[in-house]
């Protein structure tokens, strides 16, 4: 059995905390009446997925979505309402990702976004002055790789990038046709439930893994 070399985590529901029901909200407030309907938690369809998926981009959005709510939208309203998705970052999360890199794992992310939530991301998003990318080796997001999970080539670009087999990789994601998909490819997985604390069982599987290959 291959050792394990490389972690990749799912960023919402998993690295951090969700928060539908504020996004459906905030998405109503600035006039999407059936927000519920078009808003997902794992995969987003429509403008919402074209936007995910690189196929537009911010502008064309805030356009496509004014004219979906029938009055003129701001970036800054876009930005609220995506924005809504976030519920906190637990701050063990994050210390449990540094920790596994200073054991010696490559750590990315693997995430379906968008430019939106990435903005707040690239910027403060542990709350002490930390961008995302201060806490990963790597990120593979979906609408920079123009496909999203769970698509096999997202996995392909996370595995060929990270330098990692699939059976060298631990893949954590709380959707479960993500967690279907890698697995199909060969990779380890984890699928807590939505907002789920995972780090006991990240570190259990480790060891498990660990123990197998000697």
């Given at each position: ?11 919402g ?7 539908y029901?504020?996004a459906?909200w905030?998405f109503?407030?600035i006039g999407l009446?059936d ?6 938690a ?19 959005f805030?356009?496509?979505?004014s004219?979906?709510?029938?009055s003129?939208?701001?970036?800054n ?7 809504g ?17 200073e054991?010696?794992y490559?750590?990315?992310?693997l995430?379906?976004?968008n430019p939106?939530?990435?903005?707040w991301a ?18 593979y997001?979906?609408?920079e790789?123009?496909?999203?999970k769970?698509?096999?080539a997202i ?11 699939a059976?060298?990789?631990?893949f ?5 046709r993500n967690?279907?998909a890698?697995?199909a ?12 604390d ?10 498990k893994l ?5």
């Open positions: 059995m291959s050792e394990i070399k490389n972690i990749a985590f799912d960023l529901g998993v690295v951090l905390a969700l928060n029901e504020q459906v905030r109503e407030e009446k927000a519920r309907r078009q808003l997902d794992f995969e987003q369809k429509g403008i919402f997925g074209d936007l995910e998926s690189g196929r537009i981009d911010e502008e064309d805030r356009r496509e979505l004219a979906m709510v029938g003129p939208l701001t970036m309203d876009c930005y609220w309402a995506w924005h998705y976030v519920e906190h970052v637990p701050q063990h999360n994050l210390e449990t990702i540094l920790k596994l890199r054991a010696g490559k750590v990315c992310l995430s379906n976004t939106f939530m990435m903005q690239g910027n403060d998003f542990d709350g002490h002055g930390h961008a995302i990318g201060y806490f990963f080796d790597a990120l997001l979906s609408y790789c123009k496909v999203m769970p698509q096999r996995f392909e670009m996370m595995l060929k990038g990270q330098q990692a087999t059976a060298e990789t631990v954590v994601d709380d959707g479960p967690v279907e890698a697995a490819m060969g990779m380890h997985t984890l699928c807590p439930k939505n907002n789920e995972w780090t006991g069982a990240l570190t259990d599987l480790l060891a660990k123990e197998r290959t000697k």
